[in-house]
């Protein structure tokens, strides 16, 4: 199989075979990302699908979790997507789980009736980067929606049976906006109302727009506790049906997880322990995307 580096998945698809269908990604324009800046979106054909679905089922037939990469697949016309789709449950029929990223533009570019064929095709899980809920903050990322539309594609991708694990970054909105930041990012992220949802802290990419405005002094970031003040006042907001919640991921100053909102008063605790014992905190030589 042939990968286009560089190639990322989420940390929970570390044991899934990743299957590249498309090449960077289509809207490759956030401020505080350089994942895919080194490359030129497209998708790949179905031939050359083909021959990786074939290479993968001579090796890893058995396999339960495919992870499609790369930034977006839903970039994919439908029909391509299902044809993908068909051939991954023709070469590996003992799979469980098919996931992939899916960004708003591209969610709300597909009706409820293609959502739905993609998810009965075999997508059951997509992740989701809510990043904010501060309508400033999403035009000062590049972000490419309002708060509106992002609570738009998350329901709709949901209505269409798909399952969601949303993320969001702790720090995006600065010194300046914080609070702001994490007030509206809770609104969204409620409305929406994901069956997951993790939360991230920022960290600066070197040859990213914001790394350019940070040395120019146009945005300030967060101290470690103003990011755990920060999420602590996301989670307090948070107002969800039933939600795995974590922030565990390697970017994080501090790891807080549990179902909300059923264990919120508990999560809350942990924060307030780890704000007053900065011990508690990892050190920035440990954090990493």
Not at 53 to 72: P, V
Not at 82 to 104: C, I, N, T
């Amino acid at each position: 199989m042939i990968y286009e580096q560089p190639l990322y998945r989420p940390p929970s698809e570390a044991r899934s075979l990743i299957l590249q269908v498309t090449v960077g990604c289509s809207h490759n324009a956030c401020s505080f990302c350089s994942m895919y800046k080194r490359k030129y979106f497209r998708v790949k054909t179905l031939d050359e699908i083909k021959k990786d679905i074939a290479w993968a089922k001579e090796r890893y037939g058995g396999t339960k979790r495919i992870f499609l990469a790369d930034g977006d697949v839903l970039a994919m016309e439908t029909d391509e997507l299902l044809a993908v789709l068909e051939e991954v449950r023709q070469a590996f029929p003992d799979v469980r789980r098919v996931s992939a990223y899916a960004g708003p533009t591209n969610i709300l570019g597909k009706s409820l009736e293609e959502l739905t064929a993609i998810r009965e095709a075999g997508i059951s899980l997509a992740y989701f980067g809510i990043e904010s809920g501060d309508s400033q903050v999403l035009e000062d990322v590049k972000k490419g929606v309002t708060p509106e539309e992002m609570t738009q594609a998350g329901k709709k991708i949901q209505q269409a049976g798909i399952g969601l694990s949303a993320t969001v970054i702790i720090g995006l909105g600065g010194r300046e906006r914080w609070r702001e930041h994490a007030e509206a990012t809770a609104e969204v992220a409620s409305a929406i109302d994901p069956v997951y949802l993790s939360a991230l802290t920022l960290m600066v990419e070197e040859g990213t727009s914001l790394a350019g405005k940070i040395e120019a002094g146009a945005f300030n970031l967060l101290t470690p506790g103003e990011c755990l003040a920060e999420l602590r006042l996301l989670i307090e907001r948070l107002e969800l049906t039933r939600c795995t919640f974590r922030s565990n991921h390697a970017s994080n100053y501090f790891a807080v997880g549990g179902v909300l909102p059923l264990e919120k008063e508990r999560m809350l605790e942990d924060i307030d322990r780890a704000l007053t014992d900065s011990r508690l905190l990892k050190g920035e030589m440990f954090r990493g995307l």
